[in-house]
Nanobody, 122 residues
Framework: QLELVESGGGLVRDGGSLRLSCAAS????????VGWFRQAPGKEREFVAA????????AHADSVKGRCTISRDNAKSTVYLQMDSLKPEDTAVYYC???????????????WGKGTLVTVSS
């Protein structure tokens, strides 16, 4: 059983930065695709970024490319999402997600975190 523990959300001003963390509990991320989705009120859950654990290959949504960077720490079994130059439109609940295939889509996610709220003030 894989459990995901998210942290790092909070309130930040326009242009600020946050780093989200997703730690694996129960089993490691080995062989998985680990990523982040976000969902704002009244909107669809959308893909943000993903990383293949074994190879370290990353993908980022166009909406965050250049501002967000996903990475992993093998020793800590943790995936990070560094977010810089945040905008009010980035406000959403961010969910860690784990699957086994690419592209990582909500319907293909096997494990979801509970979510961490990111609020960017204008």
């Amino acid at each position: 059983q894989l459990e995901l523990v998210e942290s790092g959300g909070g309130l930040v001003r326009d242009g600020g930065s946050l780093r989200l963390s997703c730690a694996a509990s129960g089993r490691p991320f080995i062989s998985y695709i680990v990523g982040w989705f976000r969902q704002a009120p009244g909107k669809e859950r959308e893909f943000v970024a993903a990383i293949s654990w074994n190879e370290g290959i990353t993908a980022h949504a166009d909406s965050v490319k250049g501002r967000c960077t996903i990475s992993r720490d093998n020793a800590k079994s943790t995936v990070y999402l560094q977010m810089d130059s945040l905008k009010p439109e980035d406000t959403a609940v961010y969910y860690c997600a784990v699957g086994t295939s690419l592209p990582l889509r909500p319907s293909r996610v096997d494990y979801w975190g509970k979510g961490t709220l990111v609020t960017v003030s204008s």
